[in-house]
């Protein structure tokens, strides 16, 4: 894989220091969580936000445990639905971001049906969620 990534035209793209970085496993490049979301096309905002919530979670806070511990089940199942939305919306981004830098992902990625729907519809761009929270519904 490493082969693959080397000749890979967004790995040429790095400056001979990124490249080296990302070798290493340092594949952040100094760059922030806000700018990685940007460069995904997510809205910094809530990437960061979302990021922290689920860190919450996943180092379990004092925050987090709680919620946890005094939800009843309608509060459990909102908590599911919201990290099952989560997910998706993160993984039509990985994918599609993804599909770009490889030919055989794009490849894989589906043309219609109900798979293709559901790539398209949680593909949230950053404008999109900018104008959603703004007001703005459309």
Excluded at 28 to 50: G, Y
Excluded at 102 to 117: A, K, M, N, Y
Aim: with cysteine; hydrophobic share 35%.
């Amino acid at each position: 894989m490493r082969r693959e990534i080397a000749v890979a035209d967004a790995c040429k793209r790095l400056s001979k220091k990124e490249q080296e970085k990302a070798r290493n496993g340092q594949w952040r490049l100094n760059k922030t969580w806000a700018d990685l979301a940007a460069s995904a096309n997510q809205h910094p905002q809530w990437f960061v936000q979302i990021y922290r919530y689920l860190c919450g979670h996943s180092h379990t806070s004092y925050i987090s445990t709680l919620q946890l511990s005094q939800a009843g089940p309608a509060e459990q199942q909102r908590f599911v639905q919201s990290l099952l939305d989560i997910g998706c919306l993160l993984a039509s981004h990985f994918l599609n971001n993804y599909a770009r830098l490889s030919e055989h992902v794009r490849q894989g990625l589906p043309t219609d049906g109900d798979s293709r729907l559901a790539l398209e519809r949680w593909h949230i761009s950053a404008e999109q969620m900018a104008r959603w929270s703004s007001g703005e519904r459309r």
